[in-house]
C-alpha cells in the first residue's frame, strides 16, 4: 500500500489496513459456501460449453481458491489465516523499517561522488 511517497502516518494507516485486508482476503478465498459453488461450476466445466476466455476465468478462480487453502481442513484454515494476517503485519513494519533506506543510499552517492555506473 505504501510507494514513494510515505510518512508515520501512512506507515501507520498501512500496518492497520494489511492486517485488515489479509483478514479481507482470508474471508474470500477461505469461505466454504462460495468455494462449494466454484467448485461446482468447475467440476461442470467441459459440460457447460464456455468459451475459452470463460473457460481460463473459471480455471484461474478455481486453482486460486485451492492455492489459498480453501481445500484444507477447518483447524488448517484457522493457522492460515493467522499466519496470512501476521505475514501482512510484517512485511508493512518491513517496508516502515526501510523506507528511507533508498533516500539515503541515494544522498550517500550524492555526498561521496563516486559513479559506480562509469
Same mark, same amino acid.
Given at each position: 500500500?505504501?510507494?514513494?511517497?510515505?510518512?508515520? @502516518?501512512?506507515? %501507520?494507516? #498501512?500496518?492497520?489496513? %494489511?492486517?485488515?485486508?489479509?483478514?479481507? !482476503?482470508?474471508? /474470500?478465498? $477461505?469461505?466454504?459456501? $462460495?468455494?462449494?459453488?466454484v467448485?461446482?461450476? @468447475?467440476e *461442470?466445466? #467441459?459440460?457447460?460449453?464456455? #468459451?475459452?476466455?470463460?473457460y481460463?476465468?473459471? &480455471?484461474?478462480t478455481w *486453482?486460486?481458491?485451492?492455492?489459498?487453502?480453501?481445500?484444507?481442513?477447518?483447524?488448517?484454515?484457522?493457522?492460515?489465516?493467522?499466519?496470512? &494476517?501476521?505475514?501482512?503485519?510484517?512485511?508493512s513494519?518491513? *517496508?516502515?523499517? &526501510?523506507?528511507? %533506506?533508498?533516500?539515503?543510499?541515494?544522498?550517500?552517492w550524492? /555526498? &561521496? !561522488? /563516486?559513479?559506480? $555506473?562509469?
Amino acid at each position: 500500500m505504501v510507494g514513494a511517497h510515505t510518512n508515520p @502516518y501512512i506507515q %501507520s494507516l #498501512d500496518e492497520q489496513f %494489511s492486517a485488515e485486508l489479509a483478514e479481507l !482476503g482470508n474471508d /474470500i478465498w $477461505l469461505n466454504a459456501a $462460495l468455494f462449494q459453488r466454484v467448485n461446482s461450476v @468447475y467440476e *461442470q466445466r #467441459d459440460a457447460l460449453a464456455l #468459451d475459452s476466455e470463460s473457460y481460463r476465468l473459471l &480455471t484461474l478462480t478455481w *486453482q486460486r481458491f485451492v492455492h489459498a487453502g480453501a481445500t484444507l481442513a477447518p483447524e488448517q484454515q484457522a493457522a492460515l489465516r493467522a499466519l496470512n &494476517t501476521e505475514a501482512a503485519t510484517l512485511q508493512s513494519q518491513l *517496508q516502515a523499517a &526501510t523506507a528511507g %533506506s533508498g533516500k539515503k543510499a541515494a544522498a550517500w552517492w550524492l /555526498i &561521496t !561522488g /563516486i559513479n559506480w $555506473l562509469a
